[in-house]
């Protein structure tokens, strides 16, 4: 597979305090496609913006923390700003192979999908596995993993995923996913591989009672935005 010039493609990293990988995870992607690499530090309290910088990323540092779709969101704002035709987002904590990276765009350009996730079954626990038969029948979504940040969009997700409807999504997983899949975007998976977590743990699923809360606030979301395409969907057959 050709890969894309590296000047039409960008590489998103949202970190927070990850000095210990976001070097070798900035590395890793220049040496896998050779594209830029956008770090978005999302107030981090340790080194990970000069270790970001000294691997060859441009780093984008946000002064108050906006978690991890914010500092995502920030960094596909700056790619479809600057007339990139793809982004990439990858997680600072290494557990994505930056080998992995073209099968997103080989799996783009088979399918002309608009959003491609790097899915990896094996690396799912018993309450993902619960919690992604539920969020299937709930979204309607048939996707095998809901909450890999490993994905790929291209100008027209961009373009969405820029907006002030965007901005307000809690959780990047989900309520991106059904915001693009309202629109009317093509979503794609592919399998890759993933490593281990090298330090830290699951902000959503390091207890049963974190992935209640994940769930009944995801539970939530989705309702919401059912309801508002339900209304719009009523306002359009009114012709308003």
Not at 142 to 150: I, Y
Request: glycine share 8%; with cysteine.
């Amino acid at each position: 597979m050709s890969l894309p010039a590296p000047a039409e493609c960008l590489a998103v990293i949202p970190a927070r305090d990850e000095v210990a990988t976001v070097g070798a995870v900035v590395c890793g992607i220049r040496a896998a496609l050779g594209c830029a690499v956008l770090v978005v530090d999302d107030a981090s309290t340790d080194g990970t913006a000069s270790a970001a910088q000294l691997a060859g990323a441009t780093v984008l540092r946000l002064p108050i923390g906006q978690g991890a779709w914010g500092a995502s969101q920030a960094g596909i704002r700056f790619a479809e700003r600057n007339g990139y035709r793809w982004v990439i987002t990858v997680d600072a904590d290494g557990q994505h192979d930056p080998a992995s990276l073209p099968l997103l765009l080989a799996r783009q350009a088979q399918e002309s999908a608009n959003v491609v996730i790097g899915t990896c079954v094996e690396r799912l626990s018993l309450p993902k596995r619960i919690a992604w038969q539920y969020l299937r029948m709930l979204t309607g979504l048939g996707l095998r993993d809901f909450t890999s940040g490993l994905r790929l969009y291209d100008a027209s997700a961009m373009r969405i995923l820029a907006t002030p409807e965007a901005s307000l999504l809690d959780f990047q997983d989900v309520g991106v996913l059904m915001l693009l899949a309202g629109k009317g975007l093509k979503i794609s998976e592919t399998p890759v591989t993933m490593r281990a977590r090298i330090e830290g743990h699951s902000r959503v699923f390091a207890s049963w009672a974190m992935v209640a809360r994940y769930m009944f606030n995801t539970t939530i979301l989705c309702i919401s935005r059912l309801d508002i395409g339900s209304r719009n969907n009523a306002a359009k057959a009114r012709g308003t």
